[in-house]
Each structure stands twice: as structure tokens, then as C-alpha cells.
């Protein structure tokens, strides 16, 4: 199975970037297509027509960014159909023969932004989303992905501040009790590791900022 997955393409910032990567695999037989957050600058989802009328071909999922702003993400469901949007939730999908499982949220942070902890978004919230990820990470499956857009662990971050390492992410993946094969994960811009092993779980930051190109997963 061949998984393509990017981030933060905040169209239309990057959109000319994700049309230039994805110029380099079109010809490519993609199985499954991961969208991890931050698709478009400031929650103006009609800039996202032109990415939706490429990927909607694939069997596609994603889940929202911090940019993909809550109160317009009811427009992405209706618009973008074809696509299975996950917030906090998941999907089971039969890919080849195989049982692909996904748990798909924005994500855990660490330390919660001033703007976040002003509306709502605090250290209590993220403590309830943690607890219900790793729930969902026991589900069963015969390969089994984790889709967030905040970083999942933090050895895929390096490169960034590391004083903005608890505004990136979490360590889902260090704490959890049932893990997934695969952690996806976008948001941090700026990292030069963007692949890592963590307890055996294959990590990686598909931020196209960061990877320069939309990142191809063999499975089995």
C-alpha cells in the first residue's frame, strides 16, 4: 500500500508549491491520501477548490489545522465531500484486502498559545482530547494511523525553537499505551528531521514547508 500525505499547504501560500509536488507523483498508483491540517490560510475555505478537485479522485482523509478555523470547518464537510474529515473520531477503511484504521484530531499541544487559553482552548482541554486519542488508539486494525495536525512527538520538530516545542505538539506517541504503525503529523514549518522511530511507530511531519514535497509512505 502506498500512502501520500502533506500539511500546511495555507493555500493559496503554498499553493503553487503542492501543485509542483504533486506534478512529481500524479503518474503515481496512490492508495491513500492524508491531508494533516492547515490546508488553507485563515479558515478561507474556498481557496481549497483547487487542491479538492485534484485529491477527490483518491480515497482521501484529513483533519483540520489550527488555521482551518472551527466555525467554518461545517463548510468543508459540505463542499468537499469526498474527503472523510476526522475531528477526533474514527474511520475504518478496507484498502487492498487490509483493515486500515485512522484516528484523526488536530492534535494535543503541550502549552496551550495565549489566544488559545483567552478562548477556551486550555491545558483541560487538551488534557480530554489526549485521554480520548489514546482511547481510540486501542481500536484495532491491521495497520493503524495516527493523523493529527499538531506533532505527535516532539523528535520531529527538531529544527524549531525548542522553546516552541510545547506550542508544536505532544508526546502522544511516547505516552500512549496502544500505539499506532504510522503517527502523521504537519505544523512545524520549520524542521529539518522530519522522520523519526518512536517505539517501534514510523513518525513523520509531512508539512510541505518543511519537506518540500508531498511525502510517499510505503506499508505493506
Same mark, same amino acid.
Given at each position: 500500500? $502506498?500512502?501520500?500525505?502533506? %500539511?500546511?499547504? @495555507? %493555500?493559496?501560500?503554498?499553493?503553487?508549491?503542492?501543485?509542483?509536488?504533486?506534478?512529481?507523483?500524479?503518474?503515481?498508483?496512490?492508495?491513500?491520501?492524508? =491531508?494533516?491540517?492547515?490546508?488553507?490560510?485563515?479558515?478561507?475555505?474556498?481557496?481549497?477548490?483547487?487542491?479538492?478537485?485534484? =485529491?477527490?479522485?483518491?480515497?482521501?482523509?484529513?483533519?483540520?489545522?489550527?488555521?482551518?478555523?472551527?466555525?467554518?470547518?461545517?463548510?468543508?464537510?459540505?463542499?468537499?465531500?469526498?474527503?472523510?474529515? =476526522?475531528?477526533?473520531?474514527?474511520?475504518?477503511?478496507?484498502?487492498?484486502?487490509?483493515?486500515?484504521?485512522?484516528?484523526?484530531?488536530?492534535?494535543? $499541544?503541550?502549552?496551550?498559545?495565549?489566544?488559545?487559553?483567552?478562548?477556551?482552548?486550555?491545558?483541560?482541554?487538551?488534557?480530554?482530547?489526549?485521554?480520548? &486519542?489514546?482511547?481510540? $488508539?486501542?481500536?484495532?486494525?491491521?495497520?493503524?494511523?495516527?493523523?493529527?495536525?499538531?506533532? %505527535?512527538?516532539? %523528535?520531529?520538530?527538531?529544527?524549531?525553537?525548542? *522553546?516552541?516545542?510545547?506550542? $508544536?505538539?505532544?508526546?502522544? &506517541?511516547?505516552?500512549?499505551?496502544?500505539?499506532? @504503525?504510522?503517527?502523521? @503529523?504537519?505544523?512545524?514549518?520549520?524542521?529539518?528531521?522530519?522522520? *523519526?522511530?518512536?517505539?517501534?511507530?514510523?513518525?513523520?511531519?509531512?508539512?510541505?514547508?518543511?519537506?518540500?514535497?508531498?511525502?510517499?509512505?510505503?506499508?505493506?
Amino acid at each position: 500500500m $502506498l500512502i501520500a500525505s502533506t %500539511s500546511d499547504i @495555507h %493555500s493559496p501560500k503554498y499553493l503553487t508549491q503542492f501543485f509542483m509536488a504533486y506534478n512529481n507523483i500524479r503518474n503515481v498508483k496512490i492508495d491513500l491520501f492524508l =491531508l494533516a491540517g492547515d490546508l488553507v490560510n485563515e479558515g478561507e475555505y474556498n481557496h481549497f477548490y483547487p487542491i479538492y478537485d485534484v =485529491l477527490k479522485k483518491y480515497t482521501t482523509v484529513a483533519v483540520f489545522g489550527n488555521e482551518d478555523f472551527t466555525e467554518k470547518r461545517e463548510y468543508y464537510r459540505k463542499y468537499f465531500n469526498k474527503i472523510i474529515w =476526522l475531528e477526533d473520531e474514527v474511520t475504518k477503511l478496507d484498502i487492498n484486502g487490509k483493515k486500515v484504521t485512522i484516528v484523526g484530531s488536530e492534535g494535543v $499541544l503541550e502549552e496551550p498559545t495565549k489566544w488559545q487559553k483567552l478562548n477556551g482552548f486550555d491545558e483541560e482541554f487538551y488534557r480530554k482530547r489526549k485521554e480520548k &486519542i489514546f482511547k481510540m $488508539l486501542c481500536e484495532d486494525g491491521d495497520l493503524k494511523i495516527l493523523l493529527t495536525h499538531y506533532a %505527535s512527538s516532539f %523528535s520531529t520538530v527538531v529544527g524549531e525553537r525548542k *522553546s516552541a516545542y510545547p506550542q $508544536l505538539g505532544d508526546r502522544i &506517541i511516547e505516552e500512549a499505551e496502544c500505539l499506532p @504503525h504510522i503517527a502523521i @503529523h504537519g505544523h512545524a514549518h520549520y524542521a529539518k528531521i522530519t522522520f *523519526s522511530v518512536v517505539r517501534n511507530v514510523r513518525v513523520y511531519n509531512v508539512a510541505l514547508p518543511a519537506n518540500k514535497k508531498i511525502v510517499l509512505i510505503q506499508t505493506f
